[in-house]
């Protein structure tokens, strides 16, 4: 349970996803496990008071099973049964709710369930729901709630009004939505903050009021995306000075509401996305041809499946991950192989229906040689180069305009950590991520001597 509620202070809720697609290979799979996953779970364990919400999908359970890494398992089950956990519900092999039909969205949802009940038991007991990419409309909501779930976590940008830390938000038939907040956790997932206490120093003004943080990120962020950033993570943890609770906690901790009618969105939202009315760009852009075949194909998929028997709907189950999606937006994501490999199983699973004549096949193949030639056509002609740059161009700006405060010591002390990390690497024969860490330790020694001497001289960019 949450401590009692005290005045001059600040709790942070922390939330954390962690996904593979059902396409991921064995080998990534181990890798990522190491490298994150299971620094993260052993960090949490070594630390008592440390709380954690957390959303697993059922396929990345599974995989865990198959491939030899039950160890992660019995980390959450034994997080869980310590109250260090709470787990999300959602749906099992990550699809974007909201371009989905309901009957397939309480499908994903129940599978997840099922998936997760089988290797934690009782310790499953979801209260709150975390939708794939925070893909979220109000359709979405109302079958959510339908579903007897008592909140939903999505994006700062669905909220169509400013934040307000010390309440929590609810619409009008009584669900209850939680914001992540945007700023709080790029600085975390970017790297820009090394230390806790650089951390503590952008709280400073909030650390003494009754209120809340609410951070949600990937979890192969830390250690996997992010080099090392799982000890940022773990540091974090450990300051008196930021206690933890478990999202659900904050309706009892700030029962005082909002009533809000969140808006569609993603965690990938821009402000830009909002005045094109193009919520789920990055997945379904309508200047995107590759995406507009690739929904194409999907909804042929989705409309012959009402019509199959349970063995073809496993294919589609499978099929519908929105890893394809993402990888074709360019912006700056791209990958030829996901985007093949993604319409190659919906023209899989068409090929498998028993009732789907031969124009259904055909036109399911038309369009699979659509999306792959256009691809090939897109990197040859420059245009995913461009297209990403752009994007690269938008995310540099944010690094700059948005950098919180490093003086020199705050560099020693990542570099410090990074060479132990390098350290261990090297003696676990680990030499290739060893120089990783090299590298990354020879970036921070040119950004450290640019940086102030102490904290009494540093300058915020654009101040």
């Known amino acids: 349970m949450a401590r009692g509620k005290k005045n001059n202070f600040m709790y942070w809720a922390n939330f954390l996803h962690i996904y593979q697609p059902p396409t991921q290979t064995p080998e990534m799979l181990l890798k990522v496990t190491n490298e994150s996953y299971r620094k993260i779970f052993t960090g949490l364990l070594a630390n008592p008071t440390a709380k954690l919400t957390l959303n697993i999908n059922g396929v990345l359970t599974e995989m865990f099973a198959n491939n030899g890494c039950e160890d992660v ?83 700062e940008l669905a909220s169509p009004i400013p934040l307000d830390p010390t309440k929590t938000y609810v619409d009008s038939s009584g669900m209850h939505y939680f914001f992540r907040e945007r700023g709080a956790s790029f600085k975390i997932l970017s790297a820009q903050l090394g230390t806790a206490q650089s951390l503590i120093r952008e709280l400073a003004d909030r650390l003494d009021k009754n209120e809340y943080m609410l951070t949600a990120m ?3 962020t830390f250690g996997h995306h992010r080099l090392g950033l799982e ?55 309508p200047s995107n041809q590759i995406h507009q075949k690739q929904w194409e194909l999907t909804n042929l998929v989705l409309e012959l499946v009402e019509r199959e028997g349970p063995e073809e709907q496993k294919l589609v189950d499978f099929a519908l991950h929105s890893d394809q999606y993402w990888w074709a937006s360019a912006k700056p994501w791209w990958s030829l192989e996901m985007i093949e490999r993604g319409a190659y199983e919906l023209l899989t699973a068409i090929k498998s229906f028993k009732l789907a004549t031969d124009n259904d096949r055909g036109l399911a193949w038309s369009l699979y040689i659509d999306i792959i030639t256009m691809g090939f056509d897109w990197q040859r002609s420059g245009k995913v180069a461009s297209l990403s740059k752009e994007e690269d161009e938008e995310i540099n700006t944010r690094m700059t305009e948005d950098r ?12 410090d950590t990074m060479e132990k990390q390098m350290l261990t ?28 001497v102490d904290r009494k001289n540093e300058i915020r960019v654009n101040q």
């Open 404 to 415: 919180p405060f490093l003086s020199q010591e705050d560099f020693k002390q990542m570099i």
């Open 218 to 220: 990937d979890g192969e």
């Open 231 to 285: 000890q940022l993570l773990l540091e974090i943890y450990q300051s008196p000075q930021i206690p933890t609770v478990f999202i659900s906690e904050l309706l009892e901790l700030f029962p005082n509401t909002i009533t809000v009618l969140p808006r569609a969105s993603t965690w990938a939202l821009m402000p830009r996305d909002i005045l094109k009315n193009t919520p789920f760009s990055r997945w379904d852009d």
């Open 425 to 452: 690497a090297a003696q676990d024969r680990e030499y290739s991520r060893a120089e990783l860490f090299r590298k990354r330790i020879e970036q921070l020694q040119t950004e450290m001597d640019k940086a102030p």
């Open 73 to 155: 398992i019995s980390q959450i089950r034994t997080l869980l049964e310590r109250g260090q956990l709470e787990l999300t519900a959602s749906a099992k092999f990550h699809p974007l709710l909201p371009k989905l039909p309901e009957t397939q969205i309480i499908r994903q949802i129940e599978l997840n369930n099922e998936t997760n009940r089988k290797y934690f038991g009782r310790l499953y007991q979801p209260k709150g729901f975390f939708p794939p990419e925070m893909g979220y409309d109000e359709r979405v909501g109302k079958i959510v709630q339908k579903l007897g779930y008592k909140w939903i976590i999505i994006d």
